[in-house]
């Protein structure tokens, strides 16, 4: 009986001083003797980005049976790209779309861009009730209505402005920019 209330007592001293190196460890963390997991974590150049895509043009994608260019959205090629988390994050991916040049890589994957425009700047982006105005200024009169460069920079922005989920239709301001 006396083996058994000496076990005991050394198995709630070890219980003991476990406890007491939790609370020590713990309490060593928290003033900050280590290093601060919480930045390990979430720091705050992982949490700001988000993915969003770049829509460009591959012709050998958008050719009819004759081999003919079509001139539409069938060519359209996501590309994905990483911007700032934003209350402006379509008016910021259109700006990207307009005046961001083509990486080699992609370039090499046979994907064109007829962006930049020389003088195509983008005045706003306004939604409402799932409507996206996308007010352009020609400056330059680089892009003529009608065009199969037109229609291809028309089908770039329109893809690019839609994938966000607030967005079901998208239209320019002036109406005439592409020959609507």
């Excluded at 150049?45 to 001139?71: F, H, I, N, W």
């Excluded at 996501?78 to 209350?87: I, L």
Aim: negative net charge.
């Amino acid at each position: 009986m006396n083996y058994r209330f000496i076990s005991i007592a050394v198995l709630s001293m070890i219980g003991v001083v476990l406890m007491g190196y939790v609370v020590q460890t713990t309490s060593a963390e928290s003033s900050g003797s280590e290093t601060d997991r919480s930045t390990e974590i979430a720091s705050p150049a992982t949490t700001s980005l988000q993915t969003v895509e770049l829509y460009y043009y591959r012709p050998q994608d958008d050719m009819d049976v004759k081999g003919d260019l079509q001139c539409s959205s069938a060519g359209l090629a996501a590309v994905p790209y990483k911007v700032e988390r934003s209350s402006a994050v379509i008016r910021d991916t259109v700006e990207i779309l307009l005046t961001r040049e083509l990486q080699q890589a992609q370039q090499q994957n046979g994907v064109i861009s007829e962006f930049p425009v020389s003088g195509l700047k983008l005045i706003g982006v306004r939604i409402e009730n799932g409507l996206a105005t996308v007010a352009l200024d020609d400056t330059k009169d680089e892009i003529t209505a009608g065009t199969c460069r037109a229609a291809v920079l028309q089908s770039q922005i329109t893809a690019t402005v839609q994938q966000f989920p607030s967005v079901a239709e998208v239209r320019f301001v002036p109406e005439t920019l592409f020959g609507m």
